[in-house]
């Protein structure tokens, strides 16, 4: 244990509790007695950013474990011993990137979601697809759009290594009826339209993303326009009633800075979750 900050997410298998703690230690221990099996501790570069150290979870698929780390790599550990099967670097701590979301494992592949582009990170954060065996990249998607992309207009003229934002600090969800992967992003930066110089959304932040998980296109997604000083972030949870298939995400009561954004206040009532039907 550290005196970092800790968002762990116990997860349970087969009679044993895996604890993501703070600063990319993850352990092993028994769930009816707390007994320590094991304990990786990763080496971190010093002087991370302050969210950089707590992380939310962690996935198991089989004897491997599977974490993103506070310096941006994605680790798979052996479930019995806790050693590294293998490492893979996707982002780079010295511009700030870090996992503060873990990993999922959506129809055969690691995905997951890079997080600290709220520090001007030049072109935004993405999700990445990752293979169970070596944690090779198998597609990547941009959060924020590219000047020839689709929605690519939506930041003006403002060249591709200007656009800043986008995180995505909480897992995605995984639907295997539908065979969808769902992801939230957070807001683009500077937040105001009129800072960033143009009038357009922003896109793909500050939105709710349905992606294709064999290739990680977006098959739709929904642009949040509220008066929430943070976007419903949280992770999106699909479910059915009556042969209908619905989709909740829950946001934050938010964070805003008065001097910025005197307009804006957190709900009185908390926070607040939103539930949209899909189509037929």
């Not at 703070?22 to 221990?29: D, E, G, R, T, W």
């Not at 950013?49 to 491997?64: D, F, H, K």
């Not at 143009?198 to 939105?207: E, I, K, R």
Request: contains cysteine; proline residues 9%; aromatic residues 10%.
């Amino acid at each position: 244990m550290t005196d970092k900050r800790t968002e762990s997410q116990p997860l349970v298998h087969d009679g044993v509790m895996f604890l993501n703690q703070s600063s990319s230690i993850v352990q092993a221990l028994d769930a009816k007695t707390g007994e320590l099996f094991w304990s990786y501790e990763r080496e971190l570069p010093p002087k991370l950013p302050t969210l950089a150290y707590g992380n939310r979870n962690i996935a198991i698929l089989g004897t491997t474990v599977f974490t993103g780390t506070s310096d941006a790599w994605l680790v798979a550990l052996d479930a019995r011993t806790g050693k590294p099967k293998w490492e893979r670097k996707v982002g780079d701590h010295e511009i700030n990137q870090h996992y503060s979301a873990g990993p999922i494992i959506a129809d055969g592949l690691v995905v997951i979601g890079m997080s600290g582009c709220y520090h001007y990170t030049p072109g935004g954060c993405w999700i990445s697809a990752h293979d169970l065996e070596a944690g090779n990249e198998i597609w990547r998607r941009n959060t924020l759009a590219r000047p020839d992309e689709p929605g690519g207009d939506t930041w003006g003229k403002t060249p591709a290594d200007e656009r800043y934002g986008g995180s995505v600090w909480i897992p995605p969800t995984y639907d295997p009826q539908r065979n969808v992967i769902y992801v939230a992003s957070a807001v683009p930066l500077p937040w105001g339209r009129s800072q960033r110089g143009h009038d357009g959304d922003a896109l793909y932040s500050n939105s709710t993303l349905a992606l294709d998980p064999k290739t990680g296109k977006i098959l739709w997604y929904l642009l949040w326009r509220t008066r929430l000083a943070v976007p419903p972030q949280g992770f999106p949870v699909s479910y059915e009633v009556d042969g209908k298939q619905y989709i909740a995400v829950p946001s934050g009561v938010g964070m805003a800075i008065p001097q910025l954004m005197p307009e804006i206040r957190s709900p009185n009532s908390g926070s607040v979750l939103y539930v949209f039907a899909l189509p037929d």
